[in-house]
Nanobody, 116 residues
Framework: QVQVVESGGGLAQPGGSLRLSCAAS????????MGWYRRAPGKERELVAT???????RYVDSVKGRFTISRDNAKNTVVLQMNSLKPEDTAVYYC??????????WGQGTQVTVSS
């Protein structure tokens, strides 16, 4: 079994910042890619950011320059630092992990709300 646990999220004002953290544990020996999806109300799931085991990040265009993804391979953790938040960033954010098992594992989701 693989567990993916998220923390962070909450309420922020437009222009503010939030930090999401995610930790993977259990029966996974090599994690290739970690990242974050989000699902806003009435919209399809969207890949926000990913990071490889070599720490190469990728972002959806709408968050480039505002969000930063980083990971700690020794701890199997990934962090999404979200700055300059906009109301359209409001969504449930899900962490995922993909590794040697060939399966994707998901966190429970954490709500991010950007509102004044």
């Amino acid at each position: 079994q693989v567990q993916v646990v998220e923390s962070g999220g909450g309420l922020a004002q437009p222009g503010g910042s939030l930090r999401l953290s995610c930790a993977a544990s259990g029966s996974i020996f090599s994690i290739y890619t970690m990242g974050w999806y989000r699902r806003a109300p009435g919209k399809e799931r969207e890949l926000v950011a990913t990071i490889t085991s070599g720490s190469t990040p990728r972002y959806v265009d709408s968050v480039k320059g505002r969000f930063t993804i980083s990971r700690d391979n020794a701890k199997n953790t990934v962090v999404l630092q979200m700055n300059s938040l906009k109301p359209e960033d409001t969504a449930v954010y899900y962490c995922y992990v993909y590794g040697n098992t060939g399966q994707m594992y998901w966190g429970q989701g954490t709500q991010v709300t950007v509102s004044s």
